[in-house]
Structure formats: structure tokens, C-alpha cells
């Protein structure tokens, strides 16, 4: 049936190059990342302290089970994100939205200062912030002085302050970053849409419900997807702002995972297996919302 | 034209910001080519040893605090002068970052790019010696004497029969105090000195009631001062066989509600950092500190022209009846570690044996200088031991010291300290706030622990 054969024909030469142009990269996330995520997957089915290690079945994730510290530290994670979350991106759609307005003065402006803490190293905002509210520091020093607070508070030392620190300063370096795509988002809205329904009487607040909201929705589906995805990695902020405390109530995964591979008598296994189950929730979340968010 | 001048802003801002990258990726890669140059020297020096000796030969040595350097290059620069061709090399690598890299190297093999020599603190020495082996030289039968060594601080380097360090710092607690504060509250030094904790608490009320400061603070989370307690009265949390055991331990019961008496009469302030807790010591917001020796050099690192002379040293209170209560206990300290990978051992070993164990010059040049205290034992006779510290109200601080070095309990500590530490300041936190109980709290600390050793 064949016809005998030839070269190629000029479309399977452009296939030809483009996998060619594409190998070296292809080879390179392979090397870099899927194989070192393929080695955790084989170290967290071991057990034993540092280099030390034995085949272990699944007994590191049936320990997971019982580590009262992990699950503290889930649940920690689980509240920054049912809280911190909705709060940041409605914030940013609002702060979007109000951006995108045409007859706003100064919006370059505004929309560097927003955008401006996102370039901030994470470090260097958690050591901010943490100065800021230090015992000593300018937050208590200023409530102080204008008599809202009658004594110094430890606001990173209390369990209750603590995590709405570490959540306002996640709002403080993420809004402006997720506002961004929102902006993006906006521009590939029609004004004729809104000029419509103003005709039809609409006023701002249901032309934001109506239009913006849902055409904004595959932006909102990526930036929920992203952000839980961040918060369940959650690191530099419970490290450099709270360091886990006080008494562990603002530890994240991430961050006992560097525990228990760093600071405690090293157990990578245990550790690669906590890691899992990071990506595994990751991997669960961001599949649902796909389900329910993505109505194309 | 105004988007063309924002491109062009915007070009030029990248290309400063990636010149810049390129810049520190430019620092890194020559440092890195510094050390393969020192390996490369050292390697080629190895190959030439046997047709001659004169080739230059380099020692790179990592360690933390401005102190610790110091105190190295001192060393560093009496070796150089007697022994041409000889570099060391010191590389200011912080404490946590070498615990770091020792592991990263041990657990990738590579363990060459290790320096010769390390410096590491005492807390997890015997932990890195009992999970990486590997990194440490056996340093048993290299000549330098362990014997000239106060013997609890030789223990802490030993596995097996063998030594794998050199003692450096002193680590014998001692309790320091502004007496110009103590003054305005109508205390000397004198009414610190051999006292219970449960003196200390009135003395400590009344002095915040007449200055409004605290006597204390410490970093919360992290109870180094109830660790300092339990030893001074000799009560381990671990038995002969490294089991922890926090429930149904009397003393450390005692020592807890000390702890906790402390926080809630604001006696002790808790910082949430250790740059809290220094602050707190240089900016004079706190009367004193309870620490290891080596908080001197801290004390002394304030910019506050003032606090010279306003300084007094004493040893801490004791655990009020408790059976074997001290006034004495250890904190802290570090260990010198000749790597294994070290391609000059001999030249290691006799610069250790020439200076740090060996010479009470060095040791009286560093302590007058720096004020470093050692545990080197020869040193201790030496006069420059009696000399006064004029910013210790003109005290001979370092013979008292040394004195009280003697008298420290021994307890059982092993390779899970870090894990009890935190797990106590999981407990005080818990109780302090009202969330649990005692019992309940120590009984959870004391699940933790087991759980972690239970891997």
C-alpha cells in the first residue's frame, strides 16, 4: 500500500527540528526535576537517621499519621489558606478593577506601589515585618504613643497574633502580584460590555458581579490554583517571622519538613515522605478547582 | 515616544539587575575557584612533598562570630611566623551554616569540599559524630594531649574510645548584672551571689518594681535557661540509655515552675530572636543575663560607652532545696574538627598541637585580647588568668570563672538535646498561654521527643 520509500516529507522535517529544538530543554526539567522528584518518591519508602538508611515500606507515611507536630502543622497550613486566600484575592480584583478605570489619575503610580512589595525577597519583608512588630519595635512604640494599647503587646510571641501576622504579611507581599493578572485579565474585557449595561441600568457593583467576576474567571482559576499551591509551601514567613513558634502554632509543612531533615537528627525519608504528601494535596486541590471552576 | 522611553528604562533596569547577578554569580564562581586553587595547591604541594617541603601550603578553616575568627587568625598568624610556606585560612561561615553543609556534603559524598579544620558547637557535635562519621579525623593518637583538657568538655568529642575534636571554648554558665542597676534598686552584687532561685524572684520583683526592667531575658521557644537550670542541680531528661524522660521527673517540675515564675512575674522577658536577646543586653533594657562565659564577649560588644565598669560577674541561683542543686552549670561552647578529608593531616594536627594545644601564650594573648576563656587546662596557671577586667568593675573575672568550671554537675545529654529544647519550649509556650495544663504539656513534649527518637 506503501509507496516506496523517500525522505521526508517537509512537515516531518519540521517536526524533526522542533523535538530537536525542544530536547535539550526536555532533557535538562528531566535531569533537574523530574528525576530528583523520582528519587525523593524512592527515599521516602526509606527509614533510618541520616545515611543510614533501610527499606521501610510505607512506614513513614503510617508515621505521618500519628505526628501530632505534622498535623498542627497542616492544620496551620489549612488556616492561612482558607483565610488568607479569599481575603488576598478579593482584594486584588477589587484593587484591579479599581486600576482599570479610565479616568483615574496617577495609575502607573498606584499600580507600582501595589506591585512593588512582590519584588521584595522574602526574606528581607519577613525581617521587616518582624522588626515592625517586634516587642520593641515601631507597632507597639506608635499604639503605644497614640494610647490604643496601654502595654507593649507580643504580637509574634502570642499564638493568637502570631498567625494574623504571618497573614497580613502574606496579604502585604502577594496582593499586588496576583492584582497583576487581574489587570492582564481586564484588558481583554470589551468596555462596549459595561457601556451596555450601564444603558440597561446596571450600576458598578453589579457590572463588577456580572461582567467582570465572570469573565475574569479562568484568571481567578489560575491565581486560586497558584496561591493555594504557594501556601501549602508556605516557608520563608514561619521560618524568618515566627520561626514555627510559639509553640509550634505557625509551623508550616514546608518548614518542618526542613526540620526534620536539618535540625533534628536528619530523617530525609521521613522527610521526602512529608513532601509527598504536600505535592499529593497540591496535586488534589488544584484537580478539583479545574472541575469546578472551569466550566468551558 | 513615551513607551520608548519606558522600554528603554525598563532594558536598562534589566540589564543593571542581571549585570548585578552576574556580578555575585562573578564573586561566587572566584571564591569557589580560590578554594579548588587552594585544593589544587595543596594536591600539588602532596606531589611534590617528597622532592620539597618549601611549597605553600594552605589550611582553610571555617567558624562563626568575629570572636571565634579572631581568635583562629591569632592562632594562624603564631603558626605562619614559625613555619614559612603555611597559610590558614579563615572563613567566617556561621555556626548553623556549617551544621549545614556538613550534612549536605556528608549525605552527597562529596566530602572534599569540606575546609580542613571546623569549628562546631558543642550542642550537636556528638550528634553530626554519631550520624556522619565520616566527616571527622580520628584525631586519638595524632599526639595532642586531650588530658590538658577540662575532661567534660574532652567527653563531648569522644565516641568510642576515640577523640575527634579539640576543646575550645569555655562553656561554664555565669551570671552577669549592671550593678548601676542593681544600685538604684538598692542591691549589690553580693545579694546575687549563692542565692536560691526563690531569692532571686524577690530580689527580681523588687528591682522591676524600682527600674521597670526585667533581670532577665531569653529567646522563647528555645529555653536554654531552663537546660541551664537542670544541670546546675544535675537532673537529666535522658537516661544512661538516651530515653527521654520528661513525665514524672521532680525536677524538672521544679525547674518548669521556676522558669514559668520567672515569665509571668516579667522577671524574664522572652525575645523572639537571639538578635532580641542581645539587643536587649546591649541596648541596656535588661539588668542581666545567665549564660555561658562566652556571653562576655557579647556584653562587651555594646556601643553604650556607659556600661564600662557597670558590669558584675557571679554564679547563678540555685534550684532552691532541690537534692544536689549548684549554683554552676554549662552552656553552649564549641569544638575545633579536623575533617577527614583534610589533604594535609599532619600539618593539622601539628599546627593544633603548636597553638591551641600547646601554647599558653596563645591562650593568654586571646583571652587578653579577646577575651576568649578556653578549656585548655595549662592555661588556667597562667597570670594572665588573674588579671582584672576593667569592664567588669575591675574584677579578675577570668580566675572566677575557671573556678566555678570545676563544680558543674554532670548530666546526660546525647544526640537528641535540639529535639527536648524545643519540645520544653513547646510545653512552657502552652502552659504560659493558658492552652494546656502541666502535666498534659510535659506529657505531649514527652510524646514528641519519643516519637521523633522513635524513627
Not at chain 1, 523530574?34 to 533501610?54: C, D, E, H, R, W
Not at chain 1, 503587646?153 to 487581574?182: C, D, E, H, P
Not at chain 2, 614559612?84 to 551544621?99: A, F, L, N, R, Y
Not at chain 2, 552577669?176 to 524577690?202: P, S, V
Request: net charge negative.
Amino acid at each position: 500500500m506503501n509507496s516506496p520509500k523517500k525522505s521526508l516529507t517537509i512537515n516531518q522535517k519540521y517536526n524533526i527540528t522542533g523535538w530537536l529544538f525542544l530536547l535539550p530543554a526536555a532533557l535538562l526539567i528531566f535531569a533537574m526535576n523530574f528525576y530528583p522528584m523520582l528519587q525523593a518518591l524512592v527515599l521516602s519508602f526509606k527509614t533510618g537517621i541520616g545515611n543510614n538508611q533501610v527499606w521501610g515500606g510505607i512506614a513513614n507515611y503510617k508515621r505521618l499519621l500519628e505526628d501530632r507536630v505534622f498535623w498542627t502543622a497542616l492544620t496551620n497550613n489549612f488556616f492561612y489558606l482558607i483565610i488568607q486566600v479569599p481575603v488576598m484575592l478579593f482584594l486584588a480584583i477589587i484593587l484591579a478593577s479599581l486600576l482599570n478605570k479610565k479616568d483615574l489619575k496617577f495609575k502607573g503610580l498606584f499600580r507600582t506601589a501595589i506591585f512593588l512589595p512582590c519584588c521584595t525577597a522574602l526574606v528581607s519583608y519577613s525581617i521587616i515585618f518582624k522588626t515592625l512588630f517586634a516587642y520593641d519595635g515601631y507597632i507597639n512604640t506608635i499604639l503605644l504613643n497614640m494610647g490604643m494599647i496601654s502595654s507593649r503587646v507580643n504580637w509574634l510571641g502570642q499564638v493568637s497574633t502570631a498567625k494574623i501576622i504571618i497573614i497580613i504579611a502574606l496579604i502585604w507581599r502577594w496582593t499586588g502580584y496576583n492584582m497583576v493578572f487581574y489587570l492582564a485579565g481586564l484588558q481583554n474585557i470589551d468596555e462596549s460590555l459595561y457601556e451596555a449595561a450601564r444603558i440597561d441600568g446596571a450600576g458598578p457593583v453589579k457590572a463588577f458581579l456580572k461582567i467582570t467576576v465572570p469573565l475574569l474567571r479562568p484568571t481567578i482559576l489560575l491565581t486560586t490554583i497558584m496561591s493555594i499551591n504557594g501556601t501549602l509551601q508556605l516557608f520563608d514567613e514561619s521560618v524568618n517571622l515566627t520561626n514555627g513558634g510559639p509553640a509550634n502554632s505557625t509551623l508550616t509543612m514546608s518548614h518542618y519538613i526542613y526540620k526534620a531533615s536539618f535540625e533534628y537528627n536528619p530523617q530525609f525519608g521521613y522527610a521526602a515522605a512529608m513532601s509527598y504528601v504536600i505535592f499529593i494535596l497540591v496535586a488534589v486541590l488544584s484537580f478539583v478547582q479545574m472541575k469546578v471552576g472551569d466550566k468551558r | 515616544m513615551k513607551k520608548k522611553i519606558v522600554a528603554l528604562l525598563l532594558t536598562a533596569a534589566m540589564a543593571v539587575s542581571l549585570m548585578a547577578c552576574g556580578g555575585t554569580k562573578e564573586t561566587g564562581s572566584s571564591e569557589n575557584t580560590d578554594n579548588s586553587q587552594a585544593q589544587n595547591e595543596t594536591q600539588s604541594s602532596d606531589a611534590e612533598e617528597a622532592a620539597a617541603d618549601d611549597s605553600q601550603k594552605t589550611l582553610t578553616v571555617w567558624c562563626w562570630d568575629s570572636f571565634n575568627v579572631d581568635a583562629m587568625k591569632t592562632a594562624g598568624a603564631i603558626y605562619e611566623a614559625e613555619h614559612s610556606g603555611v597559610k590558614i585560612e579563615v572563613v567566617e561561615t556561621v555556626s548553623s551554616d556549617i551544621q549545614t553543609l556538613v550534612q549536605t556534603y556528608a549525605m552527597s559524598g562529596e566530602l572534599d569540599a569540606l575546609p580542613d579544620i571546623f569549628l562546631m558547637d558543642d550542642q550537636v557535635f556528638a550528634k553530626y559524630l554519631q550520624n556522619y562519621p565520616e566527616v571527622f579525623a580520628d584525631l586519638t593518637d595524632s599526639g595532642i594531649n586531650f588530658s590538658d583538657f577540662a575532661p567534660s568538655k574532652v567527653a563531648n568529642s569522644v565516641r568510642d574510645n576515640k577523640n575527634y575534636g579539640v576543646p575550645y571554648d569555655s562553656n561554664t554558665v555565669i551570671a552577669c548584672y549592671r550593678t548601676d542597676y542593681l544600685e538604684q534598686a538598692g542591691y549589690t552584687i553580693e545579694d546575687l551571689t549563692d542565692i536560691t532561685w526563690d531569692e532571686f524572684i524577690t530580689i527580681g520583683e523588687d528591682v522591676l518594681a524600682k527600674t521597670g526592667m526585667p533581670m532577665l531575658t531569653n529567646v522563647q521557644g528555645e529555653p536554654d535557661l531552663l537546660n541551664m537550670i537542670l544541670q546546675s542541680a544535675g537532673i537529666s531528661v535522658f537516661d544512661e540509655n538516651g530515653n527521654i524522660m520528661l513525665t514524672n521527673n521532680e525536677g524538672l517540675k521544679d525547674a518548669m515552675y521556676v522558669y514559668m515564675e520567672l515569665v509571668q512575674k516579667g522577671i524574664l522577658q522572652e525575645q523572639t530572636d537571639w538578635s532580641g536577646y542581645q539587643g536587649s543586653i546591649n541596648n541596656g533594657t535588661v539588668v542581666g543575663t545567665i549564660n555561658g562565659s562566652w556571653i562576655c564577649a557579647t556584653i562587651m560588644s555594646t556601643d553604650q560607652a556607659e556600661q564600662e565598669g557597670n558590669w558584675a560577674v557571679t554564679n547563678m541561683p540555685k534550684l532552691n532545696d532541690y537534692e544536689g542543686a549548684t549554683n554552676y552549670s554549662a552552656q553552649g561552647g564549641s569544638t575545633w574538627a579536623v575533617s577527614s578529608s583534610c589533604k594535609n593531616y599532619d600539618l593539622a594536627v601539628d599546627f593544633f598541637a603548636a597553638t591551641w594545644a600547646g601554647s599558653t601564650e596563645f591562650y593568654d594573648s586571646i583571652l587578653t585580647d579577646l577575651g576568649a576563656i578556653a578549656t585548655y587546662l595549662p592555661a588556667a596557671d597562667s597570670a594572665a588568668y588573674n588579671q582584672t577586667s576593667d569592664y567588669f568593675g575591675g574584677e579578675a573575672i577570668y580566675a572566677k570563672i575557671v573556678s566555678y568550671g570545676g563544680q558543674i554537675p554532670t548530666v546526660n545529654k546525647g544526640i537528641y538535646w535540639s529535639e527536648e529544647k524545643e519540645a520544653l519550649g513547646v510545653a512552657l509556650s502552652n502552659i504560659l498561654e493558658g492552652i494546656s495544663d502541666f502535666d498534659s504539656a510535659v506529657a505531649d513534649a514527652q510524646a514528641t521527643v519519643e516519637f521523633i527518637i522513635g524513627q
